[in-house]
């Protein structure tokens, strides 16, 4: 019974802040790399962070870069996503994808139903 439950999403102004939250059962979350990913109607589904398994390694999409920071608590199994400085164009379903490499290859690859994030004056 796999889960991944976002939170944290809401109604901010430009230049606001918010932290998504995204808690993960039913996988092996220390041996899974994870990733946010957003949607807006009519575009594709875009990633936005990824961060390694133990916490190390980090990618944002350029649009992201410097206001946004990814973060995981493997003895949680949560992974974060700090959003500061944002923008109207940062509106959006945001999602939470686990790529489990637990059990060899291919890995699998876990969402959750997403939170919405609503930047707006």
């Known amino acids: 019974q796999v889960q991944l439950v976002e939170s944290g999403g809401g109604l901010v102004q430009p230049g606001g802040s918010l932290r998504l939250s995204c808690a993960a059962s039913?996988?092996?979350?220390?041996?899974?790399?994870m990733s946010w990913y957003r949607q807006t109607p009519g575009k594709e589904r875009e990633l936005v962070a990824t961060i390694t398994t133990t916490g190390v390694g980090t990618t944002y999409a350029d649009s992201v870069k410097g206001r946004f920071t990814i973060s995981r608590d493997n003895t949680e199994n949560t992974v974060y996503l700090q959003m500061n400085n944002l923008k109207p164009e940062d509106t959006a379903v945001y999602y939470c994808n686990a790529k489990d490499m637990s059990r060899g290859w291919p890995s699998r690859n876990y969402w959750g139903q997403g939170t919405q994030v609503t930047v707006s004056s």
């Open positions: 039913g996988f092996t979350f220390s041996r899974s790399a």
